[in-house]
């Protein structure tokens, strides 16, 4: 009898036929959503209106890296969230089935492979391994040993003009009390080669931008990797007469998103040097502001532009003076929830609420430049739905990279790692598999020693 | 090819009071396959991690042939690192698959063609060079995943537990085609594993690690035969060693209502403590008439043996709960029966004696 681990059980999943090898499973229990590389069975699986991502893997890794998403789920890291792992899985034969892993489908993902692909821009390219930078120093920061950074393991949110990355595989990561510089220097080198696989693997399918060169955006990565940790970290030395320094530091560090709450200061004992180091910083610095005054719960640069038009709000309507949690709610039914409850519900699925704003504000701002007045927003929230939403693709549930590269079609649109249609081919004798079927395994571990001793005999 | 030596190396994590590494002294030959083992936390990735350039060396030196790298970034150290992750690239050939790590080195086409042609020939997969993975079983797929270190044709190997992630089966063929590609090779290997039973079958030597500290380095079998001290003892052999403690009296130890022989020599090592630990493998035990009584709990059929679980026989009801449970392989042409009591005899050069206060092997 199968069992279930889980701090959130979702009962509707009981019943699903988890004596069937997850690759063998009747596909009225599955979506075929677009995913990265795996060494694993993965397939997406939906009960009611829930989408999960169901992982067959052997049971210490599985149990291994559902405590470790918990954890990341507590100090508050993007990851996907770990719904329960399902063990003592036997066929229909009695035979033992290795455990699967379940997380819940992280909402508005975007599959990194349309991402990357010809006629992207640039500026969204360097966004994309932005926002991978940002992930890797975040996990770092809280002591995440990741061991396998890669694309497959990476999931893109918009965030604004930006976007945010998740973890979504954990199975090689160690958390630690803090990383030592070889820990960190360890992740980047597994970084560097998966990455230049993952470019080189796109390019080989004809799916990455002619102009973007594998070599160059792992360089990227890594130097702006390095920026960024010198940022959070670095210790910075200057006279007694450049105290300003200290607040630019705080304020460079809020710009890009953190929070200090640990600054190590040190002066020599005249005063005339100034060593400062920031000790303990915090991710999340706009969206834990938003998050306090209106309960919004959004990606950072989201909650950047939203504080924004909060503020202009407020001075707008001339209430510099008044608490601004007050106005805040004012502010979120007055024109956050006005701007949603304008878009029809049957469109919601292309974006999501904070996203939208976002989106409505950029599209009244050009809106108001061509036409040199002041648009109002629900006119531009109007105008936005008829010109720009309509015509976007879902995107709770993306599913644009299932669409046929080059009019090829995926042997199985649940597992694209099976690659496509006209590439089958008949499989050449390999006698190293008649070797190894030969090696049986030897039971439940136990070490033989009485092999181990004729060996050594020879 | 080269040798790898570990002098006095030493790794303090920063805020930590105890080395992870302490005073490392290891020297790997050339050639050799070093398997390094402990439970988690011993030591054993740290080390390798040092040896990579990964991990700073606090104190003494790591060596590399006769070059001194204990300073040198990892780039310079002509090694080549396997991990226990890898990924097939389901657009790119076989032959891409392998050497695609070459490309971001700028190794020049024809060079890298003519290393990835010589590793598939190494594996066995000239045929698929020119094929997409997707079609590859898992151990073909292993394979590719080998054969990426191996284009590197580096000085040495790192393998930081390259199986852990594979089923039961394909763990042992993979662990056998890996072993056999190693002496084929002849390239120096550092292989890092939890698993002893992977250490013990798969390595020329066998260090084992714990708290930082290496415990012992040797071929297997001696390790099997010598554990130095009763951390090597209860680690080594699956299943593991009986450890029983029991009371010095003229002659021997006391185990239950048993006096086992231990020779006056082995006693007087033991300078006077009250009590000694005995080691004794499953297999070395004879049911006979004399010997420690062993109350049989389970018996596990394995072909021409079995396995019985037991505990010391006397104990109350409530003491069996607790008591330390006492392993033996015996023939399974006659199998006691559950309950009944049975006598363990074993030959004098089968038992392992431990001191108590040093926790170190007084017997020979």
């Known amino acids: ?458 | 090819m080269a040798t790898v030596s570990f002098r006095d190396a030493t790794r303090i994590y920063p805020g930590s009071d105890h080395p992870a590494v302490d005073k490392l002294n290891l020297e790997i030959g050339d050639g050799e396959f070093m398997v390094l083992v402990g439970p988690s936390g011993c030591g054993k990735s740290t080390s390798l991690r040092m040896l990579a350039g990964l991990e700073e060396v606090n104190a003494g030196h790591i060596f590399i042939g006769d070059r001194d790298v204990t300073d040198l970034p990892p780039k310079d150290r002509d090694i080549a690192m396997v991990f226990q992750n890898y990924a097939l690239y389901p657009h790119m050939t076989v032959a891409d698959n392998m050497g695609f790590a070459l490309k971001m080195q700028n190794v020049p086409k024809a060079e890298r063609n003519e290393r990835v042609l010589e590793a598939a020939k190494l594996l066995g997969l000239e045929d698929f060079l020119t094929r997409k993975p997707k079609a590859l079983s898992g151990g073909q797929r292993q394979r590719v995943a080998m054969g990426r270190a191996i284009v590197r044709s580096p000085q040495v190997f790192l393998m930081d537990e390259p199986l852990s992630n594979l089923d039961a089966k394909l763990r042992v063929s993979t662990r056998t085609q890996i072993a056999a590609l190693q002496t084929r090779l002849g390239v120096t290997t550092v292989y890092v594993t939890h698993d002893q039973v992977e250490a013990m079958t798969m390595g020329d030597r066998v260090a084992v690690m714990k708290d930082g500290i290496l415990q012992q380095v040797d071929t297997p079998l001696k390790l099997y035969d010598q554990p130095a001290n009763l951390f090597v003892a209860g680690f080594i052999g699956s299943p593991a060693m009986n450890l029983m403690a029991g009371k010095v009296t003229e002659g021997g130890v006391k185990i239950g209502d048993y006096l086992v022989p231990v020779s006056r020599e082995v006693l007087a090592k033991a300078k006077g403590e009250e009590t000694l630990t005995l080691g004794i493998r499953p297999e070395a035990f004879i049911v006979s008439d004399s010997g420690i009584g062993v109350e049989v709990a389970v018996v596990e059929e394995l072909g021409a043996d079995a396995f019985v679980y037991g505990t010391l026989a006397g104990l109350e009801d409530n003491e069996k709960l607790t008591a330390q449970q006492i392993v033996a392989r015996i023939s399974s042409r006659r199998p006691p029966a559950r309950g009944e009591v049975i006598r363990l005899g074993v030959d004098a050069e089968h038992i392992h004696v431990f001191s108590n206060a040093t926790q170190e092997r007084l017997s020979n």
């Open chain 1, 1 to 458: 009898m199968p069992r279930f681990v889980s701090a959130k059980p979702d009962s509707r999943l009981i019943p699903l036929p988890w004596s069937t090898p997850l690759a063998e499973w009747p596909t009225e229990h599955l979506v075929a959503l677009p995913r990265g590389i795996s060494r694993h069975v993965v397939r997406f699986i939906k009960v009611g209106s829930s989408v999960y991502a169901a992982k067959e893997v052997i049971e210490h890794l599985a149990l291994h890296e559902y405590r470790l998403l918990h954890d990341l789920m507590r100090i508050d890291t993007p990851a996907v969230e770990p719904i329960g792992v399902i063990t003592q899985r036997v066929d229909a034969e009695g035979l033992p089935l290795d455990p699967i892993l379940i997380t819940r489908h992280l909402q508005f993902s975007l599959p990194y492979r349309s991402l990357f692909s010809s006629g992207v821009r640039p500026e969204t390219v360097s966004r994309l391994l932005d926002a991978m930078v940002v992930l890797i120093a975040r996990l770092h920061l809280s002591g995440f040993l990741w061991g396998d950074v890669s694309l497959s393991n990476i999931l893109f949110r918009r965030d604004a003009g930006n976007f945010a990355a998740y973890l979504v595989d954990a199975e090689t990561g160690e958390m630690h009390d803090k990383l030592t510089d070889g820990q960190r220097a360890h992740d980047l080198q597994v970084a560097r080669i998966n990455l230049f696989g993952d470019f080189c693997d796109l390019q080989a399918g004809g799916m990455l931008e002619e102009s973007l060169d594998p070599l160059t955006l792992v360089d990227t990565v890594e130097s702006r990797y390095t920026e960024l940790w010198n940022e959070l970290t670095g210790a910075e030395t200057f006279s007694g007469t450049e105290l300003g320094r200290i607040e630019g530091r705080v304020r460079r560090l809020n710009a890009l998103g953190f929070d200090v709450a640990e600054l190590d200061i040190q002066t020599n004992e005249d005063s005339s040097k100034i060593r400062i180091q920031p000790k303990v910083v915090d991710a999340g610095h706009h969206s834990r502001r938003l998050m306090r005054l209106t309960g919004l719960d959004t990606e950072e640069n989201q909650a950047r532009r939203l504080l924004n038009d909060l503020d202009t709000f407020r001075a707008r309507t001339g209430q510099q003076h008044v608490e601004e949690s007050i106005v805040a709610h004012e502010w979120l039914t007055d024109v956050f929830e006005k701007v949603i409850e304008a878009v029809p519900s049957d469109l919601r699925a292309k974006r999501e609420p904070p996203q939208l704003f976002h989106e409505v504000l950029d599209y009244r701002w050009y809106q108001s430049q061509r036409e040199n007045r002041d648009v109002p927003l629900v006119e531009a929230t109007h105008g936005y739905v008829r010109d720009v939403l309509r015509a976007l693709p879902d995107e709770a549930m993306s599913q644009d990279a299932l669409a046929p590269v080059d009019s090829r079609q995926l042997v199985n649109p649940y597992d694209p790692s099976q690659g496509f249609i006209d590439e089958t081919y008949e499989r050449p004798y390999d006698p190293w598999e008649d070797e190894a079927a030969d090696d049986e395994a030897a039971p439940g571990g136990y070490l033989d020693i009485a092999a181990l001793r004729s060996r050594a005999g020879q």
